[in-house]
């Protein structure tokens, strides 16, 4: 018989709010946190008497203690060179999210009255190679063994398959969360969950919606009372929150309040917003997601009539435009029946059963062992290399299942030359300059001859871990150098 | 269409098809639902999430090599029309190279040694203990016939000590010698040494101002693990290397290419031209395809 429960965690760590899962007598199962909450805002904070908070509590002081207060870090993962002012010292972008995880693992290891060490953590399917080592390097910080990190889409689908009668299905997941949008299109049969497609955009989610109703109260402010707020950190912070809280009435209210007393000396901003405005003024982006989609539908090869069941996670998709938006696109009416808050963690419990080949119970409501189930994920951006004036030669194409692997044969461009270099780059660019860098190869001791001639083959290799593996090869000679993608230097810290 | 120019190429270079039906296990005249749900069967068994086989990672590829091409009807229309009489294709799967069993022979690898036989681009490079490289030896014949330039220069190569450090994170594990090339002193003597040079394909010369851009864009990579792997075969010495252009050797090469060039001509025909056009990255028409494959054959034939 199954173990009652796994031992390893499912979490997804959000821009906004993070939430952890495990498998539980063969179902994905949310975690209750110390505080009673089932999320956790992704928020950290120094206390004015220099106490750690995280979640809850550090979103509180952000008003009070902006200064000592991060949140949304995750839209600056993987950038080496970001660091975070927090209590008179500087962290890196993981290294605060480091600290989120710790809270999540101890929060879990309370409810389990065990001991964790384990994880499978989601990021958004759009995430380059940096952004997902970060990620790793988080959970490491935090103590864990981070098994794999995954799509958040498709941990959606992974834990929307298990359901009941799913079989043979074609699926659409939008995911609008706080900081990031995701579409990815999956093909559910056999137990075998194949990504088709996916797309995004890593700096898309409702921190944009919020910022277009600051941006509206900050110059409508401004003109009404002649003072500009925006270097105002208290005051900025303020309508912030201010703004959110709108923002989110208006999924339920047809126009919603801002009332700020005392938000620069003693005037006060006090204003309403109607439906209608808001959708005006977030209807660019909007407008993007629907683009995305579909462009991620033309990658999979299908039409919005192909698709069997349209997934919405992610906060974000409470907003009512949004929501018809994609329904008319689709023209069919997303699923209610999912949390979608809470669907990503599932999932990432879901593919820690399946690594560690637990029993999970799926459609039938048969226990049915991790070994009938696999998931078989995409890389989400193209691979390719730099050649001669700044071009990329797209090895890895994207939407490519991994694992996987591919090479191409490139030659010198001038007589005896006897040294070739070139970056591997991540990106959709033609000029190579404008895609992300992740190493370079250089192969020497080509023997003499006139350009054109030598024949130097290049292969990608990406394992199931999305681990990338380059190598040049000359094939005259044999000579070969191969490279693993190593990381800035700023990500080791 | 490049994907399966190159897997065709590979083939008849090796002299030995891989049977994608074979390697599914299933009939020549399987359906659709059935190369499916075959695919699926294997990918349950073989993915790495799956499989905790040390070749799973390699049986996985091929797998989905396979199912990539004869889910595509025009790629398996090719595929098909370079297949060999099933007769000769049974025969070929009772070799070792079929994919039960190619990831533990031995010969796979019989091309490669210890780098302590290459020749040494540095002094500062010691040869470590070398390691193969995972993967039937096949997957390296492939030959895409995209040909672009690499972008390169005499110069920036480092030479020195002072380039290169010993990855003391890495050395623990023996099976792999990696050298850490520290990126920041190669971009230091890529801006001070950096010769340009023009590229026949792309016209006017770039100049360094394009590589310096990039070069500080890489600046943030601060160390790049380089592992560096000799091979014997034409290398440990010059007498070998010209043996190996022995007339016979020619003759051989010259056919296999001449089989090659017959099997794009096939797939030419039989695929629409502005599929070829689409999908060959990296070139722009057919005719620029036709003029590298010519080329191809000609330097080395
Ligand atoms: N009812 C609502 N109406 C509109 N927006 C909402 C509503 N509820 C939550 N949101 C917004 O959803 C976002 C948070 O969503 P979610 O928790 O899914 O994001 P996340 O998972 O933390 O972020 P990401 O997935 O981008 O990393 C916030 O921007 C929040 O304002
Ligand atoms: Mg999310």
């Known amino acids: 018989m199954a173990q009652v429960r796994s031992k390893v965690l499912g979490i997804d760590l959000g821009t906004t709010n993070s939430c952890t899962a495990i498998i539980e007598l063969g179902e994905p199962k949310v975690i209750t946190n110390s505080e009673g909450k089932r999320l956790i805002p992704s928020v950290v904070g120094f206390s004015k008497k220099n106490e750690l908070l995280v979640g809850d509590l550090a979103k509180r002081q952000i008003i009070s203690n902006p200064e000592n207060s991060v949140q949304s870090i995750k839209r600056y993962m993987g950038k080496p060179d970001y660091r975070v002012p927090l209590n008179k010292e500087h962290y890196t972008p993981h290294g605060i999210s480091a600290m989120i995880l710790q809270k999540l693992k101890a929060d879990a290891e309370k409810y389990l009255g065990d001991a964790v060490g384990k994880a499978v953590i989601t990021v958004p399917a759009y995430f380059n190679d940096s952004q997902r080592f970060a990620t790793k390097k988080a959970g490491e910080m935090a103590g864990l063994d981070v098994l794999r990190v995954i799509n958040e889409p498709t941990a959606a689908a992974l834990a929307y398959g298990l359901r009941d009668g799913v079989e043979d299905q074609k699926i659409l997941v939008y995911d609008l969360g706080g900081g990031t949008f995701d579409v990815s299109i999956l093909k559910i049969k056999h137990g075998v969950f194949e990504v088709l497609a996916t797309c995004g955009d890593t700096e898309l989610g409702g921190d944009d919606f919020d910022q277009k109703i600051v941006d509206y109260l900050l110059s409508e402010f401004k003109e009404a009372e002649g003072t500009d707020l925006s270097e105002n950190v208290e005051a900025l912070q303020r309508i912030k929150e201010a703004a959110e809280r709108c923002k989110i009435d208006m999924s339920s209210l047809t126009t919603a309040n801002v009332d700020l007393p005392y938000i620069s000396e003693n005037k006060r901003l006090d204003m309403e917003i109607s439906r209608e405005q808001f959708e005006a003024m977030t209807e660019d982006l909007v407008n993007k997601t629907i683009s995305i989609m579909e462009k991620s539908l033309k990658d999979a090869g299908l039409s919005p009539q192909d698709i069997d069941e349209v997934i919405l996670v992610g906060g974000s998709t409470r907003i009512p435009a949004v929501a018809k938006r994609v329904e008319d696109f689709m023209g069919k009416t997303p699923l209610r029946n999912i949390n979608p808050d809470e669907v990503v963690a599932m999932g990432a419990a879901v593919q820690a059963g399946i690594l560690g080949n637990e029993y999970l119970k799926s459609s039938g409501n048969q226990q049915v062992d991790g070994g009938n189930l696999v998931l078989l994920d995409v890389t989400s951006l193209t691979l390719g290399f730099e050649t001669v004036g700044d071009t990329t030669a797209f090895i890895i194409p994207r939407n490519t299942t991994i694992p996987t692997r591919n090479s191409k044969v490139f030659t010198t461009h001038y007589d005896n030359q006897e040294v070739v270099r070139g970056k591997i780059l991540q990106g959709e660019e033609q000029e190579a300059s404008k895609n992300v860098a992740l190493g370079t190869i250089i192969l020497e001791n080509i023997p003499p001859s006139l350009k054109g001639v030598p024949r130097i083959e290049v292969t990608f290799d990406i394992d199931a871990n999305g681990i990338i593996n380059a190598t040049a090869r000359d094939l005259a000679t044999g000579n070969m150098r191969s490279v693993t993608i190593e990381r800035p230097a700023g990500l080791n810290d | ?301």
Not at chain 2, 8 to 27: C, E, F, H, T
Not at chain 2, 163 to 192: A, M
Not at chain 2, 209 to 238: C, L, M, P, T
């Open chain 2, 1 to 301: 269409m490049t994907d399966i120019l190159k897997q065709k190429m590979r083939s008849l270079k090796g002299g030995k098809a891989v049977d994608y039906y074979q390697l599914l296990d299933i009939p020549r005249v399987a359906n659709p639902e059935d190369i499916e749900y075959r695919y699926h069967e294997l990918a349950k068994k073989y993915h790495p999430d799956r499989s905790k086989s040390p070749d799973a990672h390699e049986k996985f590829i091929k797998i989905k090599e396979a199912y990539e091409t004869l889910k595509n009807p025009p790629k398996k229309k090719v595929y098909d029309a370079c297949l060999p009489p099933e007769e000769k294709a049974v025969e070929a799967s009772s070799e070792p190279e079929d994919f039960e069993g190619f990831s533990s022979e031995p010969e796979d690898f019989e091309g490669f040694s210890s780098d302590s036989d290459a020749p040494s681009p540095d002094s500062s490079i010691s040869p470590g203990p070398d390691q193969p490289v995972s993967g039937p030896k096949g997957a390296f014949k492939s030959t895409g016939i995209s040909y672009v330039s690499f972008k390169s220069d005499r110069e920036s190569y480092p030479s020195g000590p002072a380039s290169f450090s010993k990855d003391t994170g890495e050395t623990g594990k023996p099976e792999r010698s990696k050298y850490v090339l520290s990126e920041k002193s190669l971009n230091r003597h890529d801006r001070s040494k950096e010769v340009s040079y023009g590229s026949g394909q792309n016209g006017s010369g770039q100049n360094c101002s394009g590589q310096n851009g990039s070069g500080q864009n890489s600046a943030d990579w601060s160390y790049v693990k380089v592992k560096y792997e000799g091979i014997d075969e034409d290398i440990d010495d010059d007498a070998g290397k010209k043996s190996g252009f022995s007339a016979g050797f020619a003759l051989r090469k010259a056919f296999r290419y001449t089989v090659v060039l017959i099997c794009i001509f096939l797939v030419l025909t039989i695929v629409s031209p502005d599929l070829v056009g689409a999908k060959a990255s990296g070139l722009g028409a057919v005719t620029e395809t036709f003029d590298k494959v010519v080329l191809l054959a000609k330097s080395l034939v």
